[in-house]
């Protein structure tokens, strides 16, 4: 079984590491192209949709809250204030580093040298942990820990990072889908075609 860490926290940490790329090049093009870098943040693709900034702070937001709330990290808070392409680059390396201090025994209590079904076991157990979710102006969602990482907060880190790609792209920013995946190029690896044995000229 794989364990909510695994399913969440690496995932979340490659594709931040791909966020800082896409906004690397976001920033080049402004300068390269002498466009407006605020226009581009506070861009959206339709009115009613959010913009830039706000997509940059919900992946940071999404990331942070699973830390909090299923992986027990400290609360960090962030003002959401960020008007500049360092400013989010910065807010980037801050949510890096909180999902980086945890690790796979930080979901669930401390017990003493438990087996293989004992673990097993927990992490089952963990999965149907009650998280209670508190919104500003919908009221409070209840998740298991399983549908809160698997079915909302996985997702929902990509819904915000596909709409950042989106507007960026919109934009004309020269993003290609290898920059939304697998900027360190770790994902794809290429099978090399397999070298067949010359034949021997029948005599």
């Known amino acids: 079984m794989v364990s909510l860490y695994n399913a969440s926290i ?26 407006n870098q605020e226009e581009m943040i506070k861009f959206r693709l339709i009115e009613d949709m959010r913009s830039l900034d706000y997509q940059v702070q919900s992946i940071s937001n999404t990331s942070k809250f699973l830390a909090t ?40 209590s401390p017990s003493p040298s438990p087996s293989r079904e004992e673990e097993e076991e927990e992490e089952e157990e963990d999965g149907d942990r009650e998280i209670l979710m508190e919104t500003k102006s919908m009221g409070t969602f209840r998740f298991t820990a399983y549908s809160y990482v698997i079915q909302y907060a996985c997702p929902n880190f990509h819904f915000h990072l596909g709409s950042a790609y989106c507007i960026l792209r919109h934009l004309g920013v020269p993003l290609t889908a290898f920059d939304y995946l697998d900027t360190q190029r770790d994902l794809f690896v290429k099978v090399e075609e397999e070298k067949k044995p010359e034949e021997t000229p029948a005599s």
Do not use: W
């Open 69 to 108: 709330r299923v992986f027990h990290a400290k609360d960090t808070y962030f003002p959401d204030d960020e008007t500049t392409f360092p400013q989010l680059q910065f807010r980037v390396d801050a949510t890096v580093a909180i999902l980086a201090a945890l690790t796979p025994e930080t979901s669930s």
């Open 10 to 35: 690496p995932m979340m940490l490659k594709y931040l590491g791909n966020l800082k790329v896409i906004l690397t090049k976001a920033e080049q093009h402004c300068i390269a192209k002498g466009l």
